[in-house]
Structures are given as C-alpha cells and as structure tokens.
C-alpha cells in the first residue's frame, strides 16, 4: 500500500492500545512505526537495477522480522521523543510493534506480493484484495485517527479499525465475484486456464482485471460484477514469453538470462515480450487501463551486451490522466462490451 495509508493503519491500531490523554502521542509512534518497513526501498545498486525489486516486500515486512523491526524503532524514537513526551520505553515499544504489525499484512491483501515467512519460504504473498492505493480505505480510516486523537477519544478509533476490516472484506468478496466472471469468460472461449487472477484496478473496487493462463497466452480483461447485473470489457490477449523461440540469441548462462528469471519470480511468471518492442520482457499484470496489455514495468535487453552486463529496468506510465479518465468512466458507468 501506499505510505499514507500504511500510517494510518499503524496509527490507529497503536491508538488501540492507548489512554485517552496519549492518543495522539500513540497514532504518531504508530504511524511511523507502520511506515518503517518500506525503508527497505534504499536497498539498490546503481549496478544492478533489480536487487531493489528483490528486496522490496522482503525481510523487513516478514511476519518474523516484527520483533525486531518493531524494536528498531522503539530504539530509535525513544531517545528522539520519549523524555520531550515523558512516555516510557515500553510504551513506546508497544505501540512501534504494533504500528510495524500492520505493514506486511496490509501489503499482503495488494497484488505486488510480500513475503510473509521469511526466511522459511520465499512465497509471495498476494490476496488482491485491495489496490496499492485506494482512498476509500484511506480517508475515512484518516479522518477518524485524527478525531481519535484531537477529542481523545478512543472509540473513533476502533470504528477506524472497524470500517478497514469491513472494507477489505467487501474486497474480498468482489474478488471472488471478480474470478467467477473470469472462468466464465475463460470457459466461453473454451479456454482451461492453467490458473486465473482477479486484481483490482487502480484506486477502486468497482472495477478488476481479470489474467488467466493458457498454455501459449495470457489473456486480460476487466470486469464489473456489480451489484444486480455484471458488466464485461473483453481485453487483450499476448503470448508467454517463451525463450528458445522469442530470444533465440540469448546465451542461457549469461547475467541478462539470469535476470529474466529474477524478474520472472517477481512478477509470479506472468512474463511477455513486449508488442511493440521484441527486445523488453514485461510485467503484464498490471496497465492503467485493466482490460490492456499497457505494463506499467518491464525489463530491458541488449543483444550486444557483454555476459556479464545486467538487463535495465524501466517503468513507463504513458498518458495516464487519459487513461484515468476512461477509467472512472467505467467505474460510473455499468455499460457492458460483450
């Protein structure tokens, strides 16, 4: 999720475990607490492009790690503001684990994926519950952590808690809506997907896409299972990248073969060439507009490159106030293409 919702989230939930008189104190140590795990974003080289995307959602946002994350930050805000707000350590050790708690479990109900159990497994989790920002989740959840704190009164902050449960869980719902609509539009086609994705599309939960997997193609679309009748946008289908046919002059022992793989991994496999350039591995999971094949990331190949050379990542997000607009169109607009 994005930071801001993350701090809430770590905020109100430290509220939770405050007096009155400190709720403010609380939502600040959570808060920052519920950020911290995306500091992990300083992990790069200049060398290698994808080490950040490997360690992005990595050990700092593990289940594992909330001890000593939460620790950290106790460590750190206790010299900086523990004497100036006269809290004692174990306060503010409290609410930094419970503020840290909250990130990777958050980050988890996104599509980007998280590795929860490291270092036991490598897994990343996504439950596509929810996009990376959505301000129906964050506002609301916004508005009452910060009346918590100016009226000192806890109950706003467990209806902030109570609207995020009850907001992901109408997630959850539309995402098993949104899949039905997917093997429905699969099994049309006489298609048996290998397996099949819904993912909401950006900042809303009216609208998803749909990916499934065939043994040659990936096939996107965007659905709206609405509230009487569904509404349908038939997408765009592309082929699996396959090596030996689409980069027959790739050596496989060379780094930038290697690299594929690493960001084969990162995006769960769903991998292609991109249409209009042979020579960029893309993610296809994710574009503006969610009926498109319009990645938002990718990888960057050279044929002339030495063994050694590491592929380029680039991200692109090309006229995206249009697609936007088209895209709160389908959102208001229950209009079916099918």
Known sequence: MDPITQGVLGGIVAQLKSKPKDLAKAATIGALAGMAPDLDVLIR??????????????FTHSLLFIPFGGLICALVFYPLIGRRW??????????????????????????????????????????????????????????????????????????????????LSFGFIQH?????????LASERGHTPIRLEAKPSFANLIVWKTVYETEDRFYVDAVNPGLTSPSIWPGDSIARLDLNRDLPWLSPDSQQARDIERFRWFSDGYIALDKDNPLQVVDIR?????????????????????????????????????????????????????
């Open 86 to 167: 006269n809290l004692s350590f174990q306060q503010i050790l409290i609410w930094s684990w419970l503020g840290y708690a909250t990130h990777g479990l958050l980050d988890s109900c996104t599509s980007y994926g998280t590795q929860l159990l490291w270092p036991l497994s490598q897994e990343r989790f996504a439950w596509d519950t929810i996009s990376v920002i959505d301000p129906l989740i964050t506002l609301p959840m916004l508005t009452l952590t910060v009346c918590a704190a100016r009226l000192k009164l806890k109950s706003y902050a467990y209806g902030g808690v109570l609207w995020g449960t009850l907001y």
């Open 45 to 58: 080289s200049e060398g290698d492009p994808l080490l950040a995307l490997e360690y992005h959602r990595h």
């Open 286 to 338: 994710y574009s503006m507009l969610p009926q498109h094949i319009d990645p938002l990331w990718g990888i960057q190949l050279t044929p002339d490159a030495q063994h050694h050379d590491y592929v380029d990542y680039y991200t692109q997000r090309d006229d995206s106030g249009s697609a936007f607009k088209h895209l709160l169109g389908m959102i208001f607009k229950e209009r079916s293409a099918n």
């Open 176 to 184: 098993e809506r949104a899949l039905d609509l997917g093997q429905q």
